[in-house]
């Protein structure tokens, strides 16, 4: 039923609304969930009565609370959790079915089941990837909000917070590498975009049409 389900107007629909989604938990913070009230409160408190300056500082403006308990316990974790259930699933039921007697006269279903555990291994491979970008940086959020007097080394935030934006750049190449679908995409995005060069069939093609 996949294809059937699954159609190109739905599949925007869905992409659209993950980007809508990521773009109001991005910008959560400029909403008005940071640290600028706490920052002034201490200020205050401390009866400084000199010009407020913000020190540019992720851990300085951002709300760990906003990192942890919104971001990371709603918008990481359950998600990562339920994709994993999600795989663990889609294995058990591929290994069953390739594990299945196939008579000699009927080789399509190990060639469709082999074939779609392929790609579930790639992507698999992404979400292992993406937890072992992302978690390393909630786990230091986690050690920040709830153990205060612990003190974690610079050299480690800045491993984590260079994963994280490392792995988007991850994604791309797992997927050339793996899904021969993607890697032609990719090929010819990359000669029509960047190298200026056009497809020869949609050339070939066009000139026809324009002849006849």
Known sequence: RYK??????????????????????????????????????????NGSHAEFVITCQFETVISMEYMVYFNFFVWVLPPL????LIYLEVFNLIRKQLNKKVSSSSNDPQKYYGKELKIAKSLALVLFLFALSWLPLH??????????????????????????HGNSAMNPIVYAFRIKK?????????????????????????????GN
Not at 10 to 26: H, K, P, T, Y
Not at 28 to 42: A, C, I
Not at 81 to 84: D, F, H, I, R, T
């Open 139 to 164: 786990v230091l959020n986690c050690i920040t909000l709830f153990c205060p007097s612990c003190q974690t080394p610079h050299i480690l935030t800045y491993i984590a917070i260079f994963l994280t």
């Open 4 to 45: 059937s389900v699954v159609t190109p107007r739905r599949a925007a629909v869905a992409i659209a609304c993950c980007w809508i989604v990521s773009f109001l938990v991005g910008l959560t913070p400029m909403f008005g969930w940071n640290n600028l009230k706490k920052m002034r409160r201490t200020q205050e408190l």
């Open 182 to 210: 993607f890697r032609t995409a990719f090929l010819q995005i990359w000669n029509q975009y960047f190298c200026c060069k056009t497809n020869k069939n949609a050339t070939s093609t066009a000139t026809a049409e324009t």
């Open 81 to 84: 959790l339920l994709m994993l």
